[in-house]
């Protein structure tokens, strides 16, 4: 008998998780903190909450892990001129340049998961991955 999907994806996450960590070890970089620098990346600007929500945390840990991000001069946050509590965060210089080696890593983990499958089959299992995604939201 197969093994069950949800079971592999399981195995695949921990797998996963593991191998970007190491990667992630040499920049100081901890899987939630790159994950919080690579939404920054891609999406300047945001809220504590909006950031918890896009990196799959509680907003009070977020908090946590954006004070030390600017503690380490990663991310800066300024005051939402519209909104008194409301500190929207963004990448540094510095920060952005952390992201850019630590991308460089994850895609070395990437590359190495899926090099037994031809780029076809990537695109595909990617779309299939993002399906099962919509099912369960």
Do not use: C, F, K, W
């Not at 991000?69 to 952390?98: C, F, I, M, N, S």
């Not at 460089?104 to 995604?133: C, D, F, N, Y």
Request: proline share 5%; net charge positive; aromatic share 2%.
């Amino acid at each position: 008998m197969s093994p069950r999907v949800s079971y592999l994806v399981g195995r695949l996450d921990r797998a996963l998780r593991r191998r970007l960590s190491e990667a992630l070890a040499p920049a100081g970089l901890s899987l939630g903190q790159y994950t919080a620098l690579s939404v920054l990346g891609s999406r300047a600007g945001l809220s504590n909450a909006q950031l918890a929500r896009r990196s799959m945390v509680t907003p009070q840990a977020m908090n946590e892990m954006l004070a030390r991000l600017e503690a380490l001069g990663l991310v800066q946050r300024t005051p939402d001129p519209r909104h008194g509590r409301v500190r929207r965060a963004d990448l540094t210089p510095a920060g952005r340049a952390l992201l850019e080696r630590a991308d460089a890593a994850t895609a070395a983990v990437e590359r190495a998961m899926l090099a037994a499958l031809p780029a076809s089959e990537r695109r595909h299992m990617g779309e299939l991955i993002e399906s099962a995604l919509r099912g369960l939201e």
